[in-house]
């Protein structure tokens, strides 16, 4: 699992994202699971997934409405398959409206232009 936390912070919110490779659901569970042993983002307020699992999609917003689309959409215009994107969200106490999806795709493209291949 690569991790690149402290992407942004917006009124108070701060974002980090994750991924990892991931062909089945049990993987996609087993990066959540080493993600969130990291005390920090287990206590997140939100941990936001998707992956295409040979050409399936799968998602989980984790009480983020729409987001887990938001990175969907991004997976699949970079098409790629078979990884797991994480957005994690700390909620800062002040409702980001629609900027919380800009948030989510900053995040993705951050992960896109910098994790390891």
Not at 11 to 28: E, H
Not at 35 to 63: E, R, S, V
Request: aromatic letters at 8%.
């Amino acid at each position: 699992m690569q991790t690149f936390d402290s992407i942004l912070t917006d009124r108070g919110s701060k974002y980090a994202v994750s991924g990892a490779p991931a062909s089945s659901k049990d993987d996609i569970q087993a990066a959540l699971k080493v993600l969130c042993g990291n005390k920090k983002f287990a206590k997140a307020t939100h941990n936001t997934w998707a992956a295409i699992l040979d050409g399936t999609p799968i998602k989980n917003d984790d009480g983020e409405a729409g987001a887990g689309m938001v990175i969907l959409r991004m997976l699949e215009r970079e098409d790629l398959q078979n990884h797991v994107i994480v957005v994690t969200r700390w909620y800062g106490g002040k409702h980001l409206g629609g900027d919380r999806f800009r948030h989510v795709q900053d995040c993705v493209r951050h992960y896109f232009d910098n994790r390891d291949t």
